[in-house]
């Protein structure tokens, strides 16, 4: 019998009961330990339905499930908890820290400073943010700079003539004694009051303002005020910052692409929000199944808080057993925490939705133990920003990794020897057979290799002729005879924008230069890859991530073409 079966089977004969189960080698080590409702159901689910690749290289070097029985699910909890800090197992989940966003700084001086920052030093001082938005977050600070006498130096020593700041009308010169305690703070409150007030009435204060220097013809004034005005406009939209709900609380939402998980923590204490934290997730969990994403989220609620101080309410996108986690944190941290859950009416996970597909799924309802909350849709609003930071940090962090995935992908489909870690894409360009070039960019670990682009003003093409099969036989034979002749490395693939017959142009260079590299084709009309050594074009799904990375580099070759074909003609018009 091999392992798969043996296994399977032990799940099979595993009570329906409350525990913990542990995955373990041929050397009796702990590989996982989970806990489950019922036992018999949750190691059922390890073997039904597609796996990502983390779960199934814990099935490929399992040996063994042994399971422990509970009285209840509590109990359950505990025991995975003592039994995880024990042993370490390789397969649980991992946390790594990401770097947060922007915060504004005013500093707890007597004459206080201004400026971005993304720490948080508790001695007093008064934080606003986080800014997803840097550009806007950037535009307020300098505009604040303009228009308000702040000192600039780090540290307030006496003077006794005043820095270049205060002779252009930036600074009021604190050093020399040249502004009082009280007037300078006159100008940090009205500051303050831009940051704490709510944004429609800050926005309609400054519009006011903004009026009123219009009237006494004092447009330089009214231009400032505008100009606060829009980047207010865009710092307050992005943020929930500040609220009349003055309960610690952190919002908790996942991001998800094939395995990877992406976690964001937004962080609300004494009704303003002061911190974002965001987390890399590793995890065996399959998001796509609703038992196991409930899994993720309560052992990320248990590793989190091992470590973090956990605030008096914790919310969630997903359902679980909040009475439980609510217990558990309570016992643990020896102070009273709730947590809560804000799902889908039809479902038991808050999936990620269009605002089509919202509408669709109906209003979302919110489970709360306390009946005092009447503000649930500050509560959803918030949470929502945690996805769309947990979106966001997920696709830095992929773009940072390189789209292994759709490598991965390219080379089972198209049976390549090695990983094709560097692609190189051909595209034709011109204005009506005019100003011809080729562009070549390379890709290099699924992201765009910006120093290794190259274009070829096409030369041997009789001018307003079009010929793309010329051009990329030009193009190709300068690019490759070149590699060739100073022995430099040849790319793993490479991607020609087009059909058949530009495939087989290309293919007849390199024929002719007896280098053997991988070669397609990708028709833009029908999404169509046309390979060599096959008459029919082949079709992958519109989500398929090998589909989805050549679409990248074949539109970044036309961009980069048509921008040099642009680049030429200027020229020509220059005389150069």
Known sequence: MNTIKSLHETALKAPPLSGVYLWKNAEEKVLYVGKAKNLKNRLKSYFSGKKDIKTRTLLSRAAKIETIICSNEYEALILENTLIKQYSPQYNISLKDDKSYPLIRITNEDFPRIFKTRRIVKDGSLYFGPYPNGTALQTFLELIYKNYPLRRCKTLRKRKSPCLYYHIGRCSAPCCDYISKEAYRLYIDEITAFLEGKPSETLEKISVLMKEASKELNFEKAAQYRDLHDSLS??????????SIFEDRDYIHFAFDQSFVQASILKMRDGKMVEKDSLRVKSIHNHHDVGSLKDLAEEFLRSYYEEKDAPQYIYLPIAIDTKLYSEYLTKTKKTAIQVLSLVPKAGEVAKNLTDEEKSEEGELAVAFDK???DAQSRHRAILDLAEQNAKEDLRKRLSERGDFAGMEDLKEILKLEKLPLVIEGFDISHLDGHFTVASMVQFYRGKSHKKEYRYFTIKSLEKGKIDDYHSLKEASARRYSRLLNENLPFPDLILIDGGKGQLHAVEGILKALEIDIPLIALAEKN???YLQDKN?????????????LLQRIR?????????????????????E
């Open 555 to 575: 539109d970044e070759a036309h961009r980069f073409a048509q921008k040099n074909v642009h680049a030429s003609q200027k020229r020509q018009l220059r005389g």
């Open 371 to 373: 009946p005092h909350y």
């Open 527 to 529: 999404e169509e890859i």
């Open 536 to 548: 029919e074009p082949l079709r992958l799904p519109s989500n398929s991530p090998a589909r989805l």
């Open 234 to 243: 865009h710092l307050l939209r992005t943020n929930l910052v500040t609220d």
